[in-house]
């Protein structure tokens, strides 16, 4: 697999394609009547296709050049050839950037892409800026509600070393004309703390400039108001220019009336890596001073914050943060990994009650401990051949019973997400329509008689099987045939069998969408299914003890394994830290994808343990220091439908101008279809954080008006 360091979506995929396995199950009354080719359950051997095991370190080690001249004079310009309406303005921000190659125009992308907030780049080392490119002719609106500088100075290196200027000082005074009249915000991505080309009313410590720093919030400053009281942000790999404030008393001199520090050095409060500006005339800017990163963890914390910031709160849009954790194969057999003799003992390992119990109230700890998940639940994912219905209900690990552990799990039927996972696990890449069929209603009718609280519109198939990807011979290695090679016998049975949202794997080219990071994928040969991609982790499936993964893990990424990667053998605290880095990554970029995990991986290695618990303490505890902003946990059933109306969102070129003399917003949608809006109360809004957030569905091209409020 290749790793795209560009691409958000790709560079944080995780690692390992390892496959579901599955088993014969216990005797299953009626199991006789079995379908045509399903006699042989299926083995899956890992199918290994690895990149990097951490989040890219890709550095930004841009130097800004310090420079200096002649204050720019907003009064420089004539008359305006366009009369401007400051009571019309556009809800879309614009990005300024000083070339294709800006390494922190990506970093700007992805800020405004995450929140689906819509915007244009200006590339102003090739493009002029003027009057028509901001405002509307015919009416005088605002065509933009804010913007963003890849760079304060939008500076840029000649192929000869020297540096250049991408605006001229006319444009620089049409740019602040703008934001004056409309009242637009600015947000300077990277910033070298001098005067020019305007003054932000900071200045660079001399010497002080390095690729590592930690910060904390400012005392007093409301930018980042989701974050943890004393949290320190740790930027790294990331050129950086500490600055002092400007003594207040030459303020007035510099055209500024105000200056906040946003962000300081969390040894030295008194160096300043941020702060919101007023200018005399009353433009409100926020430089940072530090270079960006879509995988910058630092730039991922502050995103948010930093869209809420530049478009004061109201936007198309929205951004909410999500973890998903599905737990494959319940009820089935799983290979075991000895970690002695280094080798896979196949369906060797299955659940207890007792382990189906303590997955429950390991749920409950995790909701208990950390008050950003009080949501969470774990998505089971089960294959009901395994189970047996003629086991009765029981909540007692030491219940005489044909199989304890469906007896506990009819206990447990209100307490996870149950999401079908076909009956017995076969791939989908061969069956006939018959056979598909019976897999997926099988499922259905076994967790129906278990009386399973089930997402009854989503499916997950064996090792997501089904989707082109396989390998021809059954087990072993797989090729990427692309999803116009699915089995449309399986497509159809899932049409027919109620299937809605099926799962897909995010480390397989075609079956997630590179130019939309939280987008599902509508399956091209069956447009009713929606794929939903999902995050895979190396907590490998056939581990259920620290030691177990530790030592699988090691085999693999140690000094000497099959993809060596690490320069020593990372102990089992090692691991979680690597992984929780990873899924962290995933849960600040705001896509709702889940992760997956297996059965095996639930054992109760100790009380009240399991390598799936430890992993969510490693990731909510990391979390939680950081941000108090609450991480959803939904069905499958809703997140499916919640990545489907995002993605038509995003896709419908939606647009929306706020009218400040009307109070009004009024909002059309060409395609039709989700919308969303940030910053909007009203009849269906949801608080997210300290957020309202709206959604409507309207139809191709409606045009909806709505009170500001």
Not at 4 to 31: E, K, M
Not at 165 to 176: K, S, V
């Amino acid at each position: 697999m290749s790793i795209r360091p560009a691409t958000l979506s790709t560079a944080l995929t995780l690692s390992l394609l390892v496959a579901c396995t599955s088993a014969p199950p216990p005797a299953q009354p009626g199991a006789a009547e079995e379908e045509a080719g399903a006699a042989a359950h299926q083995h899956a051997a890992p199918s290994i296709g690895l990149s990097a095991p951490e989040v890219p370190r890709t550095p930004n080690l841009q130097r800004l050049p310090a420079q200096s001249g002649p204050r720019i004079n907003i009064w420089r310009l004539g008359p305006q050839a366009i009369t401007a309406n400051p009571n019309l303005l556009n809800l879309r921000m614009l990005i300024i950037t000083a070339g294709v190659a800006d390494p922190n125009l990506a970093a700007a992308r992805a800020l405004l892409d995450q929140a689906a907030v819509p915007y244009d780049v200006l590339d102003a080392a090739t493009t002029p800026l003027t009057e028509d490119s901001l405002m509307v002719a015919a009416d005088g609106s605002g065509r933009y509600q804010g913007v963003i500088l890849t760079n304060n100075a939008l500076v840029f290196q000649n192929t000869d070393g020297s540096y250049a200027n991408a605006l001229t000082p006319d444009e620089w005074a049409t740019l602040w004309q703008y934001e004056r009249t409309f009242k637009v915000r600015q947000l300077s991505m990277y910033t070298f703390p001098s005067n020019w080309p305007e003054d932000y009313g900071l200045r660079y410590i001399e010497g002080s400039a390095s690729a590592t720093a930690d910060l904390r919030a400012a005392s007093g400053q409301t930018v980042l108001a989701d974050l943890r009281a004393g949290a320190v942000l740790p930027v790294r790999y990331a050129y950086n220019y500490p600055a002092s404030v400007l003594d207040p008393g030459q303020w007035s001199a510099a055209g500024l009336s105000a200056v906040r520090p946003v962000l300081t050095d969390a040894a030295q409060p008194g160096r300043v890596f941020a702060a919101e500006s007023t200018t005399t005339d009353g433009r409100e800017r926020l430089a940072l001073t530090m270079a960006h990163n879509p995988n910058f963890l630092f730039s991922q914390l502050v995103n948010a914050s930093l869209v809420r910031w530049v478009t004061r709160g109201l936007s198309l849009g929205e951004y909410r943060r999500y973890n998903q954790l599905d737990v494959d194969d319940w009820f089935l057999a799983n290979d075991h990994y000895d970690a002695t003799t280094r080798t896979i003992r196949p369906d060797a390992f299955r659940m207890s009650a007792s382990d189906a119990l303590s997955t429950r109230d390991q749920q409950t700890a995790l909701q208990n401990t950390y008050d950003v998940a009080r949501a969470f639940r774990f998505a089971i994912v089960f294959n009901g051949g395994g189970a047996n219905t003629a086991a009765p209900l029981s909540c007692d690990a030491a219940v005489v019973s044909p199989d304890p552990l469906t007896s506990v799990s009819r206990c447990l039927a209100g307490s996870f997400d149950w999401v079908n996972h076909t009956r017995d696990h076969l791939y989908m890449d061969f069956l006939d329509y018959t056979q598909s069929l019976q897999q997926i209603n099988r499922n259905k009718t076994i967790a129906n008689t278990l009386g399973l609280v089930r997402s009854g519109r989503s499916l997950v198939t064996g090792d997501m099987s089904g989707l082109g990807y396989y390998n021809p011979a059954g087990d072993g290695d797989k090729t990427n045939f692309g999803l116009g090679a699915s089995n449309p016998n399986f497509l159809r049975a899932g049409v027919d069998g109620g299937v809605q949202y099926l799962a897909s794997n995010h480390s397989v080219d075609g079956q997630w969408d590179p130019a939309c990071a939280g987008c599902g994928v509508k399956h091209p040969l069956s447009p009713s299914i929606l794929l939903v991609p999902r995050w895979p982790t190396n907590i490998f499936y056939y581990a259920t003890t620290p030691e177990e993964i530790t030592v699988s893990y090691n085999a693999v990424y140690g000094p000497g394994g099959t993809r060596a990667y690490w320069d020593h053998n990372l102990s089992y605290q090692e691991i979680l830290d690597k992984e929780s880095d990873l899924a962290l990554s995933h849960i600040l970029s705001g896509a709702a994808f889940p992760h997956y995990m297996h059965a095996a991986n639930l054992r109760q290695y100790a009380p009240g343990r399991s390598i799936a618990s430890d992993w969510q303490h490693a990731v909510l505890s990391k979390y939680s220091a950081y941000s108090t902003l609450p991480l959803n946990t939904l069905s499958w059933d809703t997140l499916g439908q919640y990545v489907g109306r995002r993605t038509a969102f995003v896709k419908s070129n939606a647009r929306a101008q706020v009218n400040y003399a009307a109070k009004t917003v009024t909002i059309t949608s060409p395609t039709g279809g989700a919308v969303y809006m940030t910053g909007l109360t009203g009849t269906g809004s949801v608080l997210y954080g300290n957020q309202s957030i709206r959604y409507w569905n309207f139809a191709p091209n409606q045009t909806l008006t709505v009170v500001l409020r």
